[in-house]
C-alpha cells in the first residue's frame, strides 16, 4: 500500500493548507514590505561594522609589516561572504526566526506551512536575496506590492512568508479560561 503523505500517485494528495491567509489575518502582513526595507538598513550596518574593522586592521598591520599584511586584502571579501551567510544563518535558524533588523522592526520569518526558519534556509534566504537584488535593484519590492502575504521573489521562491511577530504570538497564544 501507499501512503498518502508521500504523494501517491494513484490516490488523492491532501496537501498542507497555507498557515497565512491575508484574508482571515490581514495584521499579519500590515506595513511588512516598509519595515523589511528598514530591517535590511539595520542588517546592513550590523553586517558592514565587522567588515570595516577587519579592513582597518589590515591596513594598519600592512603598515606595521611594511606592506606584508596587506596580501591578507584578499582574504577580506570572501570572509565578508563568509559572515554574511553565518549571520543570516544563524539569526534566522535561531529562536527568533529573525535577524537583528527583522526582530527590531517587528518581524520575523516564517516557512508557509507556519514553521521557524532554520539555518540552512536562512543561509539561502541572503543567497537568493542578494542575487535578485543584484539583477532587478530596487524593482524586487513591486512584486510584494502585488500579492497578499508582501512576499518578495526570493520568499516566493524558498516558500517563506515574513510576518508581524508581535501579531503572530498573539494569535497563537490559547484562550485562557478562569
Known sequence: MFDNSLGNPNGPVNPQPHAFDPLAQP???RGVLTRRVFAFL???VVLSVPVILVYLFIAVFGLVT???????FWLAWPASVVWALIY???????????????????LE???WYGAPGYFVLGAMHAVLFYISISVLTPLIL???LFNGRRQLLHDLVLGTVVVNSSVRTQAAQPARTF
Open 109 to 111: 520569518l516564517r516557512t
Open 142 to 144: 513591486l512584486v510584494g
Open 88 to 106: 543570516y544563518g544563524a539569526s534566522i535558524g535561531g529562536p527568533h526566526s529573525a535577524t537583528v533588523g527583522m526582530r527590531v522592526m517587528d
Open 66 to 72: 611594511l606592506g606584508l599584511g596587506w596580501a591578507l
Open 42 to 44: 539595520i542588517d546592513l
Open 27 to 29: 495584521e499579519l502582513f
